[in-house]
C-alpha cells in the first residue's frame, strides 16, 4: 500500500508543476560550418554543417541558446521558452525557429 501512496503523491507533484517536466531541443546547423552549442552558457556538443544536435532533458522554461563558430564568433542566439520539444534552426542569416 505504501508503494500507491507514492505513486499517488508523485503523479500530484507533477499536475501541479512541482516536480518540474523537460523537453528536447533538436537544433538544425544548415549553414556550412562546425557549431557549438550553448544552452544558458553550458556546452552541449558540436554540430557539422547540414548535421543536427539533439539535446535532451533541458527544464521548462526560458533558456539563452547560442552556436559559435570556431573563431569564437556568435553565429546566432535566442532565448527559448521550452514548453515542448522544439527545433531551432540556424541558417547563412542567422536563426529561425
Not at 71 to 91: C, K, N, P, Q, R
Amino acid at each position: 500500500m505504501k508503494s500507491k501512496s507514492a505513486i499517488g503523491i508523485i503523479v500530484l507533484l507533477l499536475v501541479v508543476g512541482v516536480i518540474g517536466c523537460s523537453y528536447n531541443l533538436n537544433v538544425e546547423n544548415r549553414t556550412s560550418r562546425t557549431l557549438d552549442i550553448y544552452v544558458d552558457s553550458y556546452f552541449e556538443g558540436s554540430v557539422a554543417g547540414g548535421n543536427s544536435l539533439f539535446i535532451r532533458n533541458i527544464p521548462q522554461g526560458e533558456h539563452l541558446v547560442e552556436a559559435i563558430d570556431a573563431h569564437g564568433v556568435v553565429v546566432a542566439d535566442d532565448i527559448v521558452y521550452l514548453d515542448e520539444d522544439t527545433t531551432w534552426i540556424i541558417d547563412e542569416h542567422g536563426r529561425r525557429r
